[in-house]
């Protein structure tokens, strides 16, 4: 089967200092397939989200990543976006004065336009989009907000996972949206997500807990040290991680150099 | 003045205004408060006239003008149920009402700024209407500027009297295609509301310089919104006497400017001289294209004005780096119980809120509009007809829509 990322020992620096961040990192991701990345702290796990969403202040140093067989790295943000690629924020944004619904509506109808489909007419998406937020237990008094504004940290990340719902990704890279969230809510996030889940769809599942992958449980586990990879498992490898730490890695991490 | 009829008042306050003038020359070499004004562009050829303006979109109208003044001439519609009649029949009058309000805020304006542009208005009217409203309405009285190019300086001359407890709207619109100077004095009874909406539009090709001027008494309000969609130069200049107590004022502007070197200036000066009145002004700016927009908003607070509240909050959004925004607020404050705020910034558009919009898929420049957007709002906000707010962003956002695909 195609896969649906691949990323060939990419290498990528950040703009404004002279810093890699990424330093040679392959990863294959096919249709259906839910991948989880683990890592310590500042490891470049968020990084690496960035640059597949298509955030700049970053230099391509080196490699590759393709999706659908086409170059990626080419391709503008909304192009990305209406591509089928999404990511949940590690930390979503306030944005004072566009309300939440017009933002939301805008957003899906663009996407639409762009893959050459007919806009959502604004009855439609009010239907689709009550019924997401009342699945995700989002209050209406929320939806009439601007985008995340006065959202405590658990609501926007629910937020993410009502527009990843509206706007029907292919390709979701959720960066540590488990953080944050209450007990409660992780159940209704990952109930959101395993929902969405489906046998086109994949997920590269950021997080530093073995908690949500009891909830989405991953096919693969990746340990992220320094800007690699430098472990894949099964999910066994998450529960490793919990016990024991990242030292094990760390000088795997080292020895690469 | 030959050719104009006018009454022995008139005549003799002229004269006494006529000692006291000053030439604009003079006095932007030396007052800050005119030094960054670019108001000598008079001279620019008029490249083309499109026949659009601020009423009409796409063919239909946004407001009914009920007033239309072309050139010199004022055409009124008919059966209104306030008070109308040219400022110049008055002024021939020996027996006006006018007699009593005609040129005293021109004159009370220049006592802490000098006004030349205002003054040479008062000596040499043109055109103009004397407005009184006896009742309220809660339909705005929209007022529609023509200034022909056959004409080379148009001074238009106002009166506006809202009696006790009367609310009124009044929305100014229209196109100018020759140097326009307008003065307005306006006098607020007792609980007598005004909301003025100013709307300029891109037809405006020839400096506007508007004052208006505007005395209110006890539990008065006034609300003043501005809107500057490419206008080649407008300078606007507000002062207002907060005189009872209980006074309400809003003073708002929005201006969106990316035609190179084209500028808004707006001046304002509020004096709280009773106690327990609110002011605020909001100002925002959008500009790219190396223009420049200008802000000075003054509070003056009187010993005797207790328990002022003053905000004032001035921003800009600078989409590209030869851009300016000169702001200027200020407070002069001679009491002691009072609050009085203002902030102003300038920054360009947010690089994280932008990269969060496209990677959900919208489109860059419909991103940018929705920021821009964003941006104003404050200031739209600050229209209580929801009407007319509703209105006005429908039609800021179509334009909007166009200011990135010049
Ligand atoms: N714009 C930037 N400017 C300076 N340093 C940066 C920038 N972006 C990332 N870094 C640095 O790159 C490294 C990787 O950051 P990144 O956010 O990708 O880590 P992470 O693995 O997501 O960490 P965490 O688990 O804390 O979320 C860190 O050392 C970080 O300080
Ligand atoms: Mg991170």
């Known amino acids: 089967m195609a896969n649906m990322l691949n990323i060939d020992d990419l290498k990528v620096s950040l703009e404004e200092e002279e810093k890699q961040i990424i330093k040679g990192l392959s990863l294959s991701i096919n249709p259906g397939e839910v991948h989880a990345i683990m890592g310590p702290n500042g490891s470049g796990k968020s990084t690496l989200s960035s640059v597949l969403a298509g955030k700049d202040g970053y230099i391509i140093d080196s490699g590759t990543v393709n999706f659908d067989g086409s170059d990626l790295l080419e391709a503008e943000v909304e192009e990305r976006a209406a591509l089928g690629i999404f990511m949940a924020f590690q930390y979503p944004i306030e944005i004072p004065g566009v309300g939440n619904m017009n933002f939301l509506r805008t957003a899906l109808n663009s996407q639409r336009k762009t893959r050459g489909q007919e806009e959502l007419n604004a009855a439609d998406f009010l239907k689709l989009v009550r019924g997401i937020a009342k699945d995700l237990e989002i209050s209406d008094e929320m939806m009439k907000r601007p985008v995340n504004v006065g959202a405590s940290g658990g609501e926007k990340k629910r937020n993410e996972i009502l527009q990843m719902c509206l706007l029907e990704p292919r390709f979701v890279i959720l960066d540590e949206t488990d953080s944050g969230l209450d007990v409660d809510a992780m159940k209704l996030v990952s109930k959101g997500v395993n929902n969405f889940s489906s046998s086109s769809r994949s997920f590269l599942v950021i997080t530093h807990y073995q908690r949500l992958l009891n909830y989405i449980v991953p096919d693969f586990v990746h340990i992220m040290v320094d800007g690699r990879i430098v472990k894949t498992g099964d999910k066994a490898l998450a529960l490793h991680v919990e016990e024991t730490g990242y030292k094990d890695f760390l000088q795997l991490g080292k020895e690469k150099h | ?406």
């Not at chain 2, 229209?383 to 962003?393: N, R, V």
Request: aromatic share 8%; hydrophobic share 35%.
């Open chain 2, 1 to 406: 003045m030959s050719h104009v009829n006018t009454s022995d008042w008139y005549n003799s306050l002229r004269q006494e205004l006529e000692c006291n003038s000053l030439s604009i020359e003079k006095v932007s070499r030396r007052s800050e408060y005119w030094r960054k004004s670019n108001l000598d562009i008079v001279s620019d050829l008029v490249q083309e006239i499109s026949e659009t303006d601020l009423i009409n979109l796409n063919g239909t109208h946004l407001y009914e003008p009920e007033l239309t003044i072309v050139g010199d001439i004022m055409e009124l519609a008919s059966g209104k149920s306030y008070k109308i009649s040219s400022i110049m029949d008055e002024i021939a009058d020996e027996g006006s009402f006018t007699k009593n309000y005609f040129g005293k805020l021109e004159e009370k304006s220049q006592k802490l700024v000098p006004r030349p542009l205002a003054r040479d208005n008062s000596l040499s009217p043109k055109v103009g209407y004397a407005l009184s409203l006896p009742e309220s309405s809660k339909k705005p009285l929209v007022i529609h500027n023509k200034t022909k190019t056959s004409v080379n300086n148009c001074f238009q001359r106002n009166l506006i009297i809202v009696n006790k407890g009367v609310e009124a709207t009044i929305i100014e619109t229209g196109n100018n295609l020759s140097v326009f100077n307008s003065v307005t004095e306006i006098y607020l009874d007792e609980n007598a509301k005004l909301n003025y909406l100013d709307l300029t539009g891109e037809n405006n090709i020839f400096p506007k310089i508007s004052h208006k001027f505007c005395d209110m008494a006890e539990k008065s309000t006034f609300n003043h919104f501005g809107l500057r969609l490419n206008t080649k130069s407008t300078r606007n200049e507000i002062e207002l006497h907060l005189n009872g107590p209980g006074i309400n004022t809003s003073i708002a502007n929005v201006s969106l400017i990316n035609k190179k070197h084209h500028f808004s200036d707006e001046n304002v000066l509020i004096n709280h001289n009773a106690y327990e009145c609110k002011s605020r002004q909001v100002f925002k700016s959008v500009l790219e294209n190396d223009c420049t927009s200008i802000v000075r908003g003054k509070i003056y607070v009187a010993p005797e004005a207790q328990k002022t509240d003053g905000y004032q909050s001035s921003r800009s959004l600078l989409l590209n780096e030869n851009s300016r925004f000169l702001c200027k607020p200020e407070l002069e404050i001679y009491a002691d119980d009072v609050i009085c705020s203002h902030g102003s910034t300038s920054s360009s558009l947010d690089k994280e809120s932008l990269f969060y919009m496209l990677s959900r898929g919208v489109h860059k420049e419909k991103a940018k509009e929705m920021l821009i957007t964003a941006f104003i709002s404050e200031a739209l906000d600050e229209i209580e007809d929801e009407g007319i707010k509703s209105a006005l962003s429908n039609y800021i956002d179509i334009w909007t829509s166009n200011f990135f695909h010049e």
